[in-house]
């Protein structure tokens, strides 16, 4: 079993909500990923616990707002975003060191 | 963090071999190659990886140079469901101490019928 699972598929927020990215995997991985990917671009890393840890944060805006609350869980918490941070938002988790496994990503358009 | 070139997009016979070639010269000697692919925006999927010797597995063979500095993934009889972005990916140790996968640019693979 390699699955990922993501919530919520689509989401719609306006420029002053805050909402939430959930991802939640129960494959025992110790490494969670979160990534951003823009239409036709590549995946863009943009967080990495392991451990339950923050390890790297890849300069992101503070409007986004990682947690992970457990070993199998893993959130994305957003607030005052703006237009252009709509995107597929991908969360991957792995053994320490091992091949990723990615979810089916979350679609964000922010109005 | 090491960085890969691939081409744009590649069009393939159906089941013809499909070649990806993927520069990574800058990589260094502990950082392994990892191919996914993408199909419809739906989340990346794992095809193969490996260090320095070549890879095969039911998906896909993986060749690496022996300077390490480039590789080609080969999907031995591409189908139509083929038809994807395929992205290399070297996995790096960051200074963090945690493995970071970066993504190349990715090749828009068609299949024809």
């Known amino acids: 079993d390699t699955e990922v699972t993501q919530t919520p598929k689509h989401l719609v927020m306006g420029m002053t909500n805050k909402k939430s990215l959930k991802c939640e995997q129960h494959m025992g991985h110790r490494a969670m990923y979160w990534y951003k990917q823009k239409a036709k671009k590549p995946p863009e890393l943009m967080f990495v616990y392991s451990y339950e840890k923050l390890s790297i944060n890849e300069s992101v805006p503070s409007r986004f707002s990682p947690e992970c609350p457990n070993s199998s869980l893993l959130n994305l918490h957003l607030h005052a975003l703006q237009p252009e941070d709509s995107a597929l938002y991908l969360c991957a988790s792995s053994q320490v060191g091992n091949t990723i496994y990615f979810g089916e990503g979350s679609w964000l358009t922010v109005v | 963090d090491a960085k890969t070139t691939q081409p744009t997009s590649m069009d393939c016979a159906e089941g013809r071999a499909a070649n990806l070639p993927c520069n990574h010269s800058t990589i260094s000697g502990n950082e392994y190659v990892y191919w996914y692919r993408q199909i419809h925006s739906q989340g990346p999927q794992y095809i193969i990886h490996g260090l320095k010797n070549n890879e095969t597995n039911e998906m896909a063979s993986l060749i690496i140079t022996e300077d390490r500095k480039s590789s080609t993934l080969i999907l031995p009889h591409a189908t139509l469901r083929d038809t994807a972005v395929y992205y290399c990916?070297?996995?790096?140790?960051?200074?963090?101490?945690?493995?970071?996968?970066?993504f190349g640019t990715g090749t828009r693979l068609k299949v024809l019928a």
């Open positions: 990916i070297v996995r790096v140790f960051g200074d963090s101490g945690t493995y970071k996968y970066i």
